[in-house]
């Protein structure tokens, strides 16, 4: 049996019990207390309590009982003594551990971004990336040829102003007719901008990338229709190219292909009408 089991069935406590086995009478309290301690572990390990307690007394007299033995030294409690080791060693050996992975997660915590007035700074993008990133030209194989957008012309250099000798021989010219520079204008923006209609036959993922800003990227549903004015291109993605059907400024297109197949289409201003039908 060990000593907590009688220390539990005795309520004695297991000092008191170590203390009693080693003969070590000063950890007891004396008197009659220490020969009911001495009854009750007897009962509990099987010993005849009235023999116990006679062998007892005739041990150790009763005012040395009573007294206490002042002889007796002061025994440590080597498993407590241990245990409390083992403790300290464990708290020891646990932080030694902690500190080097607490120093590394700091480290790299406050080192993995750039730091700016307290806030991280968000990775740099440049509105050249944003633009090539949904602009990407399809392939060759899956476009028809069509012509670059003719570049704009280079605006001429500004005349240098006229002296005012010379601006008070020439006489001032008449101003050109009303509407002229508006009509032209107006002719110039419509050249650089149309207009395209989504209609969806049955369920069709459609992605549109309008001048260079995503538009559409979702599921478009049987009879959906959908129009977008496009200024310089539009990259369209449908999932099933035939259940697409397209009109470009009201005129109707042609497929994009055939049923089930994805296709990839950008369209401008100067190549969007090589997609109509021909009548």
């Known amino acids: 049996m060990s000593l ?103 480290y790299f915590a406050t080192s993995g971004r750039p730091v700016i007035g307290g806030t991280e700074a968000p990775p740099a993008t440049t509105p050249a990336a944003d633009q090539a990133r949904p602009t990407a030209t399809p392939s060759p194989s899956s476009e028809p040829a069509a012509a670059a957008p003719a570049a704009p012309p280079a605006a001429a250099p500004a005349a240098p102003p006229p002296s005012p000798a010379a601006a008070a021989a020439v006489p001032a010219a008449s101003p050109p007719p009303a509407g002229t520079d508006v009509t032209a204008a107006g002719s110039e923006s419509a050249a650089d901008r149309f207009t395209v209609q989504l209609a969806a036959t049955r369920p069709c993922w459609v992605s549109a990338v309008v001048d260079g800003r995503k538009q559409i990227d979702r599921l478009m549903q049987t009879g959906e229709r959908t129009t977008i004015d496009v200024h310089r291109e539009i990259v369209l993605t449908a999932g099933d190219a035939e259940a697409l059907k397209l009109t470009f400024n009201g005129a109707a297109a042609r497929p994009l292909g055939t049923a089930g197949e994805v296709v990839s289409r950008r369209f401008t201003p100067a190549n969007f009408r090589s997609y109509l039908q021909t009548r």
Do not use: M
Request: glycine share 6%; hydrophobic share 45%.
């Open 4 to 106: 907590r089991q009688i220390a539990n069935a005795t309520k004695i406590s297991i000092a008191a019990l170590e203390a009693l086995e080693r003969n070590d009478i000063s950890r007891l309290p004396g008197g009659i207390f220490s020969r009911a301690f001495v009854r009750s572990y007897a009962v509990e390990v099987g010993l005849d309590p009235e023999t116990t307690i006679q062998e007892f007394i005739a041990q150790f007299p009763n005012d040395s009982v009573t007294a206490g033995h002042p002889t007796s030294d002061q025994i440590e409690d080597h498993e407590a003594v241990e245990s409390e080791r083992r403790t300290a060693g464990t708290f020891l050996w646990l932080a030694l551990v902690s500190l080097p992975i607490a120093g590394a997660v700091i």
